[in-house]
C-alpha cells in the first residue's frame, strides 16, 4: 500500500550511511533482495563493452557525421548505452562536482537531515524511491535537484556546505544540459528525423527539462544479497552518467547476462530512457541497469536526466510510423504522468514501459 501523505514516507528513512557505520555484519531484513532480483549473471566476456562514441571525431564531413550516426545508431538499438568521450565539458569542473558532493556526504548525518526530501518531489536528501509500505529498500543515500527550467528550482534544497557545491553544480548543469542538446540532436538525426526534432519535442532549448541524482554507496556487510539501486530502465529521455573514478558498480542487461560498465577515463555513460523508446516507435529500446553494492569501498556517482517539459504529450514520430511499423504506443502520455510509476513503485525493472503497451514486441535477443 502507498503512503496517502505526500508530504510523509511510509515509514521512518534510516540512511544507510548509518547502517554501514554502526559495524553491522549482516544487512537488515528490508534491504535483503528476493533471490531472483539479488546480484548475479555477470559476465567477464571481453568481447562485450560498451560503445564508445568520439565527439571529437564528429565534423561538418558528410563521411564523418554518417559513420557518427551509425555509432549512434548502432548503440541505441543493440545496447541503449554508450560512452561518450571529447564532449567539451570543463574536466575541472568535473572534477570540482565529484569532490563537492563527496565533501557533502561527508559531513555529519544531522547537517544532511537539514535537506530532507519528501514523496511529492523527492527533491532534496534521501535514502528511498517509492511509498510503497514496507517495500524492499536499496543499498543508497542520494540527493536528487530539478536543474531546469531554471524556475523549477527550490534553491532553499540546495545545499549551503560545501561551500562551492551551488556554484559548481551550476557550472556542472549548465554544460550538461548543452552536450543533452548535441546528443539529442545526433540520436534524432541516426532515426533519420530532422536534427532538431527529440529537441523540440522535449520543450526546445528553453523548455526542455534536467533533473539530477546524486548517488552515495556506502559499504555494505553483505552485497551479495541486496543491491545499491534494483535493475530498471530509467523513465526519462536521456541520462548522463558521471561513474565514480576508482570503483566500479554500474551493470548493464545485455540478453541473460549483465555486463559490468568499465568506465573510459573522461567519459559520460550515456543511456536512452523510456521516453526515447517511445518516441522512437521502439526502435531504439530503453535498457535495464543497476547498481552493486560492495564491501571493500564506498562509491559515488552523479546521473543527470535530461527529459521532456512535464506536461508535453509524448508519443511515436509520425514520421516512423507506417504499415509495415504501425504505432506501438496508442495514447500520448505526459513525463508528469509517467513518472508517478517509479515515484510510487520505485525502481522496478522494465514494468512500466511494458505496461502503457501490450502490443509491444518481445525484447531483442541482444
Known amino acids: 500500500m502507498a503512503s496517502s501523505n505526500p508530504l510523509e514516507w511510509p515509514e521512518a528513512v534510516v540512511p544507510v550511511q548509518t547502517l554501514s557505520g554502526s559495524g553491522m555484519s549482516t544487512v537488515p531484513r528490508q534491504y535483503i533482495k528476493p533471490p531472483s532480483e539479488r546480484p548475479s549473471g555477470s559476465t567477464n566476456d571481453p568481447n562485450l563493452k560498451i560503445p564508445v562514441l568520439d565527439l571529437a571525431s564528429f565534423s561538418n564531413a558528410p563521411d564523418h557525421q554518417q559513420a557518427m550516426l551509425e555509432i549512434v545508431a548502432d548503440a541505441c538499438k543493440d545496447w541503449g548505452f554508450f560512452q561518450v568521450v571529447n564532449h567539451d565539458v570543463d574536466m575541472e569542473v568535473v572534477k570540482r562536482m565529484r569532490g563537492a558532493w563527496r565533501e557533502f556526504f561527508a559531513l555529519p548525518i544531522e547537517e544532511k537531515k537539514v535537506y530532507a526530501n519528501v514523496p511529492v518531489t523527492y527533491e532534496g536528501y534521501g535514502g528511498r524511491l517509492g511509498v510503497e509500505k514496507e517495500a524492499i529498500l536499496d543499498w543508497n543515500d542520494y540527493y536528487f535537484l530539478n536543474l531546469f527550467p531554471s524556475d523549477i528550482r527550490n534553491l532553499d534544497k540546495w545545499p549551503k556546505i560545501p561551500t562551492d557545491l551551488r556554484e559548481t553544480t551550476e557550472k556542472y548543469a549548465c554544460q550538461l544540459i548543452s552536450l543533452c542538446q548535441v546528443l539529442l540532436k545526433a540520436v534524432s538525426s541516426s532515426l533519420g528525423l530532422e536534427e532538431d526534432y527529440l529537441l523540440s519535442a522535449f520543450g526546445g532549448t528553453d523548455g526542455i527539462s534536467a533533473t539530477m541524482r546524486a548517488n552515495y554507496y556506502p559499504r555494505c556487510p553483505q552485497p551479495e544479497l541486496t543491491l545499491g539501486i534494483s535493475a530498471h530502465s530509467d523513465p526519462g529521455g536521456i541520462t548522463l552518467l558521471l561513474a565514480d573514478d576508482n570503483v566500479e558498480g554500474t551493470q548493464v542487461r545485455k540478453g541473460d547476462s549483465w555486463v559490468t560498465v568499465q568506465p573510459v577515463p573522461g567519459s559520460f555513460l550515456v543511456n536512452v530512457g523510456d521516453q526515447i523508446q517511445i518516441l522512437s516507435n521502439g526502435r531504439y529500446r530503453s535498457v535495464e541497469h543497476r547498481a552493486l553494492a560492495n564491501s571493500d569501498e564506498d562509491r559515488h556517482t552523479i546521473a543527470f536526466f535530461c ?20 504505432a506501438l504506443y496508442q495514447k500520448a502520455v505526459t513525463f508528469n504522468d509517467y513518472r508517478k510509476y517509479i515515484r510510487t513503485k520505485g525502481p522496478s525493472g522494465r514494468m512500466q514501459i511494458q505496461s502503457i503497451n501490450s502490443t509491444m514486441q518481445p525484447e531483442p535477443a541482444a
Open 307 to 326: 527529459n521532456p517539459r512535464g506536461e508535453l504529450p509524448i508519443a511515436p514520430a509520425s514520421e516512423l510510423i507506417h504499415p509495415e511499423s504501425p
